[in-house]
């Protein structure tokens, strides 16, 4: 399993006669006919270029129906460095021919899914990969609209926590380290010699703390404990460089919340390969497309609430 994070933001459509913000629910029709005119087919997936200046970036529209558009975003990465190995005989040859890098390229890409009818985008940032933005070229192809996106704020999600039933299961901080003299604290550490000398060689800057119980023991279920807990870490929030809190409640599965993080995010957990014969099969396209699928819907049904009124578009 990879762990990513789903980036949530608020898409917002404009004229590009008056400049003034017009009612997103158009964004379908337009988005329609924009793939009808601009779009290329392959098999059963149509294509639309997104390109920036010289950069290829690729958008793949996977599904559209009335509720969602789901797809992948793919830019292209140079292969100059990379080659295919065959580990039977450990031969190796070029990724593409001469010829063609003339017409094809291998490209990093990433998935989204946009909500038609809340006009909300989640996007899987990946390294390399355009960040959400890009999904403003969309529009390019307009002569009437165009899009802004923009992140959703969510200053305040770690008070989820704060309901009846909530359970608190771990504390991760990052410290700044003064002085490498705290390394040598052996009761609280437990380096030896050897380590502490190789870490202040090092130049250590920064120290992870993990607070948690031992394995499937929560910390706390005290209502007042984990709203006192989060509250102190707040008050101190400049003395840290990360503070993340992981907890769970009666209407959410556990999940972390960073008190640092000041734009809505959820983690998820994708599957990259099967298994045969004690084998890892790694997925091919099709399948890892479906599974993307599944996992930003139940996400965005599951935060769904949330978004919602943090972005006012209640219907």
């Known amino acids: 399993m990879s762990k990513k994070k789903i980036y949530y933001y608020c898409v917002k459509l404009y004229s590009d006669v008056t400049k003034k913000e017009i009612s997103y629910k ?13 779009s290329k087919q392959n098999k059963n997936i149509r294509s639309l270029s997104l390109n920036q200046s010289e950069i290829s970036i690729t958008m ?27 580990y039977g005989t450990l031969s190796s040859d070029e990724v593409l021919s001469r010829k063609d890098t003339m017409k094809k390229g291998v490209e990093l890409c990433s998935y989204f899914i946009y909500n038609y009818e809340d006009g909300i985008l989640g996007y899987v940032k990946s390294q390399s990969v355009p960040d959400a933005y890009i999904f403003n070229n969309i529009t390019k192809y307009s002569k009437k609209y165009y899009t802004e996106i923009n992140p959703i704020p ?52 920064y120290i992870t703390l993990i607070v948690k119980n031992e394995n499937r023991r929560f910390l706390t279920n005290v209502k007042e404990d984990i709203i006192n807990i989060i509250k102190s870490f707040l008050r101190k929030e400049k003395e840290y460089k990360d503070i993340k809190i992981t907890g769970s409640g009666n209407d959410f599965n556990s999940r972390d919340f960073d008190l640092k993080e000041q734009v809505f995010y959820y983690n998820i957990d994708v599957k990259d390969y099967d298994t ?21 819907k139940e996400s965005y049904e599951n935060n769904k609430d949330d978004l919602l009124i943090l972005t006012n578009r209640y219907n």
């Open 276 to 296: 045969e014969n004690h084998q890892k099969i790694a997925l091919d396209i099709e399948r890892k497309g479906k599974i993307y699928k599944e996992v930003l």
């Open 60 to 86: 793949d529209i996977l599904e559209n129906n009335e509720n969602y558009l789901f797809g992948r975003i793919g830019k292209v990465k140079d292969n100059s460095s990379m080659q295919i190995r065959e």
């Open 154 to 205: 969510n200053p305040s999600a770690y008070k989820k926590l704060f309901k009846d039933g909530s359970i608190l299961s771990r504390i991760t901080f990052t410290v700044p380290v003064p002085d490498t003299q705290v390394l040598r604290d052996k009761e609280m550490l437990g380096l030896d010699r050897e380590q502490i000398r190789i870490l202040e060689q090092t130049n250590t800057k």
């Open 26 to 38: 158009k964004i379908k029709v337009i988005f329609n006919k924009i793939f009808d005119s601009y």
